[in-house]
């Protein structure tokens, strides 16, 4: 045999060994399985370490809070019956529901919510999204097994915030010594919906319904979150079946739509939270000190076109940061629209002219030259935002230069105010903005220098005011406010392009995200015959 | 030779702790620390906490302290913990060996078992239509990126085709089901061909001007005869030393095919830790993948040495 020949023969037998791979089919009485999309290994399966957006998500399948947003962003009850607000006393005192269960049969009881909330407080336990929240709590009692009452130095209405924290069972996680390498996080026992089966780092959870769930089993009978940190294999995952349902980038949604297997799947988006803004920096530099300045940058953005031609209609203008979905939102505040020959003569008013008739404007010898800083994505979107902004600010005559910075790095210029208009993208639970615009929040996220006791007056009283009609007056005061004098501009709310499975029934998604709520999974559905 | 050898040892791990304290400073030169990664840049940590969890963390130590303690740990065989998920890093490799040690061991035994008929018959007819087309095939392959084709196999042989899994181990902790290692392996292999195939044929041409060949030749042998028992002799040589320098190339190259792949192994670890500013992730990783390369070189060095008897006297 001639060498080239054998070059051969072991070239097809290692074609052959390599596509040997066995073909599975699905017989029609298996289990009810759903496979969704996470991005990440959670930090931890601690559930309150270090608890990151998707230790949360699968916090809330395996274990209840007290209580957890609905579909709406409104609290609802969860292992906690009712509660009661007392402004007086500056205590809020939960009734649990009884019968409740963990796991492994124990009962659920007050003890193991006060061990939960002392743990989380612990600065070793480094929770983010719920311990920061409870700094004003003082005093945290169990007068019997169902009653856990809550004493606060200062209190609030979105003191329940907090209270979304998952529930972890004293008997288990409180004999660990070690939080990150216990028992605990090797198999978490919890009370919610799903029971945990296992973990493979970096491919799956694996969990099955919760029969004796006190709320209901689930329909499904297994759940799988599958890890995929990269949205192109979770794409091609989701066309081969292998993932149910995932929010895709709005170019491969659209992609996806376009499919021959696009028959397969539902198609829709939901309202995210997300706002995509511009921080003017009144401080520091001779442009953005003048509210003028800033509504006249705004006006020259033809957002509504570039929704219609570049976003694929995946977004709406915002008015003020209060999401135009919500229940919050001021009806009579409504978003600057284009008006690029307005925006020309707020510039002429506050003193920026052409003078020297090379495009750019000036004022007192200063150029109107600024940068836009924006954080580096793999998202093209990210990019074609920062060079349509920039050509329309270069079209009224400015010259705009655009920074693109690592994350990190955009966060230590942020902190330091070393920028003159920054984009980024915020998202928030809850109508108190208080960090983003108070005078006192110069070292939380009111990078942008703003400062007027009008303003903070508005946002103490969203703040602390309980009656609800005279809150929901002071959130538009607040509206009005930034309206006139838009220290940050809501630029676009993003929709979230969601695709699923046409047999997966009963999906709600929230501003949160479509596992992110009180609804998600527990209640989702399997049917055999698609709709 | 043993001196060879502990001379060679001593470099080795000198080579490896300034790799180890390169990959420190680079990490402290990047923007951000780990709490203000795992803030994600909500600023949501107090002055007071974030000043706590760096005390707690010994990030306010000097950077050399810093330094120094984990080379003390690391005396004691500890590689510390994971700042990320607060794990020790020993366990995160080590669960995460198999998998990239499985991948690399296949995709060079695949390279070496591919390359050394291509350059051999390459080798053969030197300048022939087989060894131009072999070289313009392997060197079209050696500049094709490994996520494009990555992204392209799978399109093919798992979306379209459904023969092969697209991503993930099969479901398996530690070494990966086989059918899950064939695309990856083929990414992490096809790269290699053109180096190691151009090495194989230019050695061989190479050793075929020696005197033995000649006389082999002159015996009445045929050219292939002669390649086959005189010239891989004479080539496994150099060729050694080849395999040395591909371990590390390869490390590199499974950075990203775990992570279109979705494969837990080390080249994922690493660039998780990268993301995260996990020091002590990225100092394990660097050591042990560095520990590898070093030790294939040394490898390579030493068969070189006992093959050789002029380098091992020298």
Redesign the interface.
Known sequence: MKLGQRLCWILALVCLAAFCAPAEAPSKDEPRVVQMHITQDPASLSLIGKTDLNSEIVGMRLTDALVQYDDKLVIRPLLAESWEFSESDKTITFKLRENVRWHDGEPVTSADVVFTIDKLREPETENLPWAPALDKLVRLEAPDEHTVVATYSEIKPDALDAWRTPILPEHIAGQDEDLFNGRFVEHPIGCGPFKFLHYIRGQEIVMEANDDYWGGRPEIDRLELKIFADQQTAYQAMMTGDLHIMVMAANLWQQARESEQAAAFEFTSYKKYSVYILGWNQLNNPFFGDARMRRALVLALDRESFIANVAGGMAHVGATTFPPSSDWVAPDVEPYGYDPDEARRLLEEVGWVDTDGDGVREKNGQRLAFTLMVPKSSQQLTSWIADWQQQSWVDIGADVTVDQLEWQTLRERRKERNFHVLAQTLQFTNPDMYDLYHSSATDRYNFWGNNDPEIDRLLDAVRYTFDPEQRLAAMHGVQRWLHDHEPVTAVFFFDAPLIYDKRLRGVRPSPLGYAASIHGPREWRWSDEAS | MLRRIVSRLATGALTLLLVTLLVFGLIQL???DPL????????????A?RA??AA?YGFDRPLSAQYASWLGRLLKGDLGTSI?????VLEKIA??LPVTLSLNALALF?IV??SV??G??AA?NPGSI?DRWSATATYLLYAVPIFWAA?LL??L???RL????????G???GIPRF?NM?LPV?CLTYGGLAYVSRFVRANLIESTRFETILSARARGLTR?TILVRHGFRLAAVPMLTLAGFLIPALFAGSVIVE??????GLG?LFIDAAYQRDVPVLLGVTLISGTAALAGILFADLTYALADPRVRRG
């Open positions: 990047a923007p951000g203000a990664v795992q803030d994600d840049g909500m600023e949501r940590l107090s002055r906490d706590a969890l707690y990320r998920d607060r794990r020790p669960e995460r695949l078992a591919l008929p291509i051999a018959a053969l087989a992204l799978q399109r042989f798992a979306v459904g023969w092969l899994p697209l991503y993930g181990s479901g398996v902790t059918a064939v083929v292939f992570t279109v792949f979705q494969l837990p994922w």
